[in-house]
């Protein structure tokens, strides 16, 4: 998977972040996807990365919608959120260059293997939506 580690908790997560008024859902992934792991100034190497992130952005399976047990949750204001499943094979993933960007203080891919601490304390429910998505992906 690819995550990043967040920079106002140190954590390891799912890129994503806000919503913009009246932005789908779809966009707002693919602009986070890009502002936290596409810092890419090079105009050449940009345009590979943008042409490989719309292959990887092309279908897309919901892995989770609804509340969500994140820490910035209160009383009188939670977290919602949709976690969407994109599915990289090998040779776009050898070829998708990554470099943190935004709120992103650092991205990799992550082996989804628990024995991994990064792994192990995903962000919030991330884990829990990662682990749905290797389970399913396992079944097939």
């Known amino acids: 998977m690819v995550a ?8 390891w997560a799912i890129p994503g972040g806000m919503v913009d008024p009246g932005e789908a859902v779809s966009a707002t992934v693919k602009r986070e996807f890009t502002e936290e792991a596409g810092d890419i100034t090079d105009a050449a190497e940009r345009a590979h990365f943008e042409e490989l992130t719309a292959k990887l952005f092309q279908n897309d399976e919901v892995v989770y919608r609804g509340y969500v047990d994140d820490p910035r949750n209160t009383d009188h204001a939670w977290m919602e959120t ?5 599915h ?12 943190a960007g935004d709120d992103a203080a650092d991205v990799m891919w992550l082996d989804v293997d628990d024995s991994d601490e990064r792994y192990s304390k995903l962000y919030a429910s991330h884990r ?13």
């Open 88 to 99: 990289c094979d090998e040779e776009l993933g050898r070829m998708l260059p990554l470099n």
């Open 82 to 86: 949709t976690a969407l499943h994109f």
């Open 128 to 140: 829990l939506w990662v682990d749905r998505v290797a389970q399913n992906l396992r079944a097939r």
């Open 4 to 11: 990043i580690k967040r920079k106002d908790t140190g954590e």
